[in-house]
Nanobody
Framework: QVQLVESGGGLVQPGGSLRLSCAAS????????MNWYRQAPGKERELVAA???????NYADSVKGRFTISRDNAKNTVYLQMNSLKPEDTAMYYC???????WGQGTQVTVSS
């Protein structure tokens, strides 16, 4: 049974940082690319960052230079380090394994003064 459990969200001031975690189980984590998505109210879900099995990464233009995705295959966990946060980063953040149709419950990130 595939499970994805996101954590680490919260309320942060503009310019602040957060580190999201996603604990995965039920599949061979090290073999799949992992992705972070976000969805703001009234907007479509968008891909924020991706990390392949070989640790190569890709980012949405809106977060390049501010967000860093990483993975720990020993812990079956993918991370998203978010720095220099902006109000427009406010959204529910989800992780997803590439090629698998499962989503976690998400973790809310709110950037506000």
């Amino acid at each position: 049974q595939v499970q994805l459990v996101e954590s680490g969200g919260g309320l942060v001031q503009p310019g602040g940082s957060l580190r999201l975690s996603c604990a995965a189980s039920g599949f061979t984590f090290s073999r799949l690319a992992m992705n972070w998505y976000r969805q703001a109210p009234g907007k479509e879900r968008e891909l924020v960052a991706a990390i392949a099995w070989d640790d190569s990464t890709n980012y949405a233009d809106s977060v390049k230079g501010r967000f860093t995705i990483s993975r720990d295959n020993a812990k079956n966990t993918v991370y998203l380090q978010m720095n220099s946060l902006k109000p427009e980063d406010t959204a529910m953040y989800y992780c997803k394994a590439n090629l698998l149709p499962y989503w976690g419950q998400g973790t809310q990130v709110t950037v506000s003064s």
